[in-house]
């Protein structure tokens, strides 16, 4: 398969796109939110002084294809942070083309440059295709999420 987008992290021009990609994974898991959330987690994205919270995503040219957010934060059994793949998304005209494998990779040499070893999330069991891809590059936990 020939690579035809990159891999860089997000920046300020990137926001209209950004908006538009992250709209679409909220859609498909059927959530909104207000715009203040698109703009303050924008904003936190990009603030250098914030490296727990970042993006990554994937590009060709000036048109952004993909998205992955992840968050540092610690973990009272280990001494080191772990890392949170809270978001990941493709848009739909790009997928099967490597770009959602490429993306959890970065996340996972992010990871490694900042000396954190656990890398995780989570999706709801209907989202079979991305399941796929997952179970290769993850190991399944027996983990149920419960959420006030």
Same mark, same amino acid.
């Given at each position: @398969?020939?690579?035809?987008?990159?891999?860089?992290?997000?920046? +300020?021009?990137?926001? &209209?796109?950004?908006?538009?990609?992250?709209?679409? %994974?909220?859609?498909?898991?059927?959530? &909104?939110?207000? =715009?203040?959330?698109?703009?303050?987690?924008? =904003?936190?994205?990009?603030?250098?002084?914030?490296?727990?919270?970042? !993006?990554i995503v994937a590009?060709?040219?000036?048109?952004?294809?993909g998205l992955v957010? %992840?968050?540092?934060?610690?973990?009272?059994?280990?001494?080191?942070?772990? !890392? %949170?793949?809270?978001?990941?998304?493709?848009?739909? +005209?790009?997928?099967?083309?490597?770009?959602?494998?490429?993306?959890?990779?970065?996340?996972?040499?992010?990871?490694?440059?900042?000396?954190? =070893?656990?890398?995780?999330? @989570?999706?709801?069991?209907?989202?079979?295709g991305a399941r796929?891809?997952?179970?290769?590059?993850? =190991?399944?936990?027996?983990?149920?999420?419960?959420?006030?």
């Amino acid at each position: @398969m020939i690579k035809d987008y990159e891999i860089r992290p997000l920046e +300020k021009k990137d926001q &209209e796109q950004w908006h538009y990609i992250w709209g679409e %994974y909220l859609k498909f898991y059927e959530t &909104e939110l207000p =715009s203040k959330i698109y703009s303050e987690t924008f =904003s936190r994205l990009l603030d250098t002084d914030n490296r727990h919270q970042n !993006c990554i995503v994937a590009y060709s040219g000036e048109t952004l294809f993909g998205l992955v957010h %992840y968050i540092f934060h610690p973990h009272n059994w280990r001494t080191d942070d772990v !890392c %949170y793949l809270q978001d990941l998304f493709t848009l739909k +005209k790009q997928r099967r083309k490597g770009i959602a494998k490429a993306l959890i990779q970065a996340v996972y040499e992010a990871a490694d440059a900042n000396g954190t =070893s656990s890398v995780y999330w @989570m999706t709801q069991d209907f989202n079979l295709g991305a399941r796929k891809l997952y179970d290769q590059v993850a =190991s399944l936990t027996p983990f149920i999420k419960y959420q006030r």
